[in-house]
């Protein structure tokens, strides 16, 4: 079962062409991040705080398949498609009821404070397993 | 009583003082106005599409008090401070808990598909009546 | 020659992470392909007012290789990869120097009023040949 | 004389009311004070660095009164209103041409690391003696 995050389309997300602006699917996938990362007891603000980690994007492919429109309630479909020690990729797509607008396969690793490569934590390796 | 809205602070509104940024915060009053505004029974997207008319904020006068940070859960109060009609005032102030983070009275009015200002809708007008 | 477009990083661009936020980096791209866009005589504000088309992302796929950071001179390099009657494929690559930031392809089509494929304006289809 | 700084409004500035989004403007401000402070010989990322003070907005006050377009060059007009030990006022005026787009005064402090109130930098100080 992939994890489900809802959100709402509001102003700030459109452009002049009526819809939402393309790069905002990518905030939107991200918010699903946070809270799936969440959900696996992982808090992000304590990695960066305490250990200086953070997790950083490496890779993005993503299909722009229907617009989505100011109040539209979409829904973001989380799924691990393939985590090893160092690296994780996720399945994620945005749907508007029956609808999927957007999918996307989102590479993720996790960098140190220096910037050099860590081992993901425990639970998200725990993930595929 | 005010109307209450709540969201959550993600990646994408911080920077790199750690903190939400500053302009972000006017995001969030948006938000909270969309669902103001919806409750009281108004489809901005239907306003806009039928009758060319939305709303633009003219003015602002704001106060930050206290920083926000990534995980935060924050409230947004909105009420009306006056309303005339053509323009409205309204005060919206951000919380995390007790604490208030952001303070602004915003002015709205509606305006039409060639720019001019138009009547408030009605259920916006008797807000203070 | 690939077109070449310069911006700088700003506070609105980086979060949390002390670095450009991810998402970011896709509107710098895309300025770069409104100033190309521009240098080869289309105006995307007539083509909407006019003709109701605008230009729509179909598909990304990119490389964050490495972060941006607040201060940054970024140069944006946009080259046609592949263009035919309804679709081009752009290369863009976000440059600090010598440096290799972001390696993205970038698919757009041209949609009407209705929302149906439109063909790409005369311009850009002669960008290949 | 004000300090002066150009920009131009992309599809990411733009909202579906086919206007740049309100909070954008204050972006546009501050990529101006960014460069004011720069050519005050300020760097604002080794202030973060090596000191852990940033700037910080507590107060604005603006009015919109025109709406700006994609494509339109703006600039921005920056100048100290009033500045003391540790707070400064700044009056930014947006203009395409001749019209004033986006008036506002801006209050802003220097934090340190633990979130103190620090004196303005020297530089800044002498900006109205």
Not at 14 to 38: P, Q
Not at 63 to 73: C, E, I, K, V
Request: charged share 25%.
């Amino acid at each position: 079962m992939p994890h489900q995050f809802t959100c709402r389309v509001y102003y700030e997300d459109t452009d002049m062409a009526g819809i939402v602006y393309h790069a905002n699917f990518l905030k939107f996938i991200e918010r699903a991040r946070s809270e799936w990362v969440a959900a696996l007891g992982i808090d992000q603000r304590e990695m960066k705080d305490r250990d200086g980690q953070v997790f950083v994007v490496r890779r993005i492919e993503c299909d722009y398949l229907m617009p989505a429109y100011y109040g539209d309630d979409l829904r973001v479909d989380t799924s691990p498609a393939q985590v090893t020690g160092a690296r994780m990729v996720l399945h994620q797509v945005v749907r508007r009821g029956d609808d999927i607008l957007f999918d996307a396969k989102v590479t993720l690793v996790v960098i140190g404070a220096a910037g050099q490569p860590m081992r993901l934590p425990g639970a998200l390796r725990q993930q595929l397993h």
